[in-house]
């Protein structure tokens, strides 16, 4: 025996490394679980805000005369509703998580702010349809940023990531909303037919807090070439939101205005898509102990 090697030290070596080569594994599996299951639930209330974001648009258009405007509406009601139904499912899936994307309360809020809007609408103002609207989009907005950010950010473990988490939980959709409040409000300055003073105001403020969203979302991780086209796009919005204050604008003018705020909504739709897909790539990567999640 004095010339063979104890093979006992090898052998727990093996167990060791092939122990922790098989943590690792279930380890990356986990992560990539809660990541997708993170990434679902954001598809989810990403939905229904665009559903109702859209109806708003149909909804405000009508009131405000555009006869166009109501043969959308059943589509886009239906798809509101479509889009809670499977909110509600991934809610359930989630129930009893740390961070649910939408908590029992919420959802509730939810629903009855929608059933109320969707039978009352045809009876409201314009205004009044935007508020009931907003308080939905703002509530799904909270919570999009409530859950996703502190999710996401311990699931990727990497301050690199930061920028590119913020960006895509809570300052893209959030810049996203304001462009459509901004269209709102173009055509109620050029609709005026008296004072429209308030509403100048309103939209110099909101285009100045959309630029310096697009700044920190720039500053942040916008080293992306869908950032730059985003940027431009919505710098167009601006300036053509800038042209119409002093008096209104002729109707060219606002349907081009529609036309830039619709481009410039699906340039960050792509900015936040290229987010996602930094995410996934980054959960991917493995700093050299692997056992935490890197940005590439």
């Known amino acids: 025996m004095d010339g063979i090697a104890n093979p006992m030290p090898l052998l727990a070596g093996a167990v060791c490394y092939f122990s922790l080569a098989l943590h690792r594994r279930v380890l ?13 639930a954001c ?3 990403r939905e229904v805000v665009d559903a109702l974001q859209r109806h708003r648009a149909a909804a405000c258009a009508r009131l405000a005369g555009d006869a166009a405007a109501g043969r959308c ?3 886009r009601q239906r798809a509101v509703a479509e889009g809670l139904v499977r909110l509600r499912e991934r809610a359930r899936k989630e129930r009893g998580a740390l961070h649910p994307c939408l908590e029992r309360a919420d959802f509730a809020s939810l629903e009855a702010g929608w059933q109320r809007l969707a039978g009352e609408w045809p009876g409201f103002g314009v205004e009044q ?3 009931h609207h907003g308080r939905l989009v703002d509530l799904l907005l909270r919570r999009l940023a409530d859950f996703a950010e502190p999710r996401l950010g311990a699931l ?3 301050e690199a990531q930061c920028g590119t988490v913020r960006n895509y939980a809570v300052r893209l959709p959030g810049l996203a909303e304001s462009l459509y409040q901004a269209e ?14 308030h509403a100048r105001v309103r939209l110099s403020l909101l285009l100045a807090r959309v630029e310096a969203a697009l700044g920190q979302a720039r500053e942040a991780g916008g080293e992306m070439p869908e950032a730059d086209a985003a940027g431009l796009a919505v710098r167009a919005v601006a300036q053509a939101a800038r042209r119409i ?25 792509a900015w936040q898509e290229a987010c996602r897909g930094n995410l996934i790539h980054a959960s991917l990567c493995e700093d050299d102990d692997g056992l935490r999640l890197q940005a590439a």
């Open 184 to 197: 709102l409000l173009g055509f109620a300055v050029a609709g005026a037919a008296a004072d429209a003073t």
């Open 156 to 158: 990727l473990g990497d």
């Open 43 to 45: 598809d989810a209330v």
């Open 28 to 40: 990356r599996r986990e992560m990539a679980a809660s990541l997708a299951s993170t990434l679902a």
């Open 245 to 269: 204050l002093p008096a209104g604008g002729a109707p060219a003018a606002l349907s081009e205005f529609h036309r830039l705020v619709e481009a410039a909504i699906a340039s960050l739709d």
């Open 129 to 131: 349809c935007q508020a």
């Open 73 to 75: 509406l059943v589509e």
